[in-house]
């Protein structure tokens, strides 16, 4: 059983920037794929971006592709959302995922742990 702890959420201007992370715990990190995705106010869950286990397959929804960087680092069981360049659009409750499926898969019926989510709300 993988456990998963985001931080980093939090009132931001727009243009302005955030780093979310995601602490893994229980399982073994390092042979999860690892995504992010995020739920507007009143809309469904979406997609935000994927990385996976060996770090050479990314995925990016559209909507943040040139302004938001997803990384990890194995040693510390963590992946990383880096968001530059916010939009009042990109306030929402942003989860961390983990797949045990090896591409960086952006369905969320690939990931098999979540964690329960931190806001982002970016004012205009």
């Known amino acids: 059983q993988v456990q998963l702890v985001e931080s980093g959420g939090g009132l931001v201007q727009t243009g302005g920037s955030l780093r979310l992370s995601c602490e893994a715990s229980?399982?073994?990190?390092?042979?999860?794929?690892m995504g992010w995705f995020r739920q507007p106010p009143g809309t469904e869950r979406e997609f935000v971006a994927a990385l996976s286990r060996s770090g050479g397959n990314i995925n990016y929804a559209d909507s943040v592709k040139g302004r938001f960087t997803i990384t990890r680092d194995n040693a510390k069981n963590t992946v990383f959302l880096q968001m530059n360049s916010l939009k009042p659009e990109d306030t929402a409750v942003y989860c961390c995922?983990?797949?045990?499926?090896?591409?960086?898969?952006?369905?969320?019926?690939?990931?098999?742990?979540w964690g329960q989510g931190t806001e982002v709300t970016v004012s205009s």
């Open positions: 995922a983990a797949s045990p499926l090896s591409s960086a898969v952006v369905s969320r019926r690939n990931y098999s742990y």
């Open positions: 229980g399982g073994t990190f390092s042979s999860y794929t």
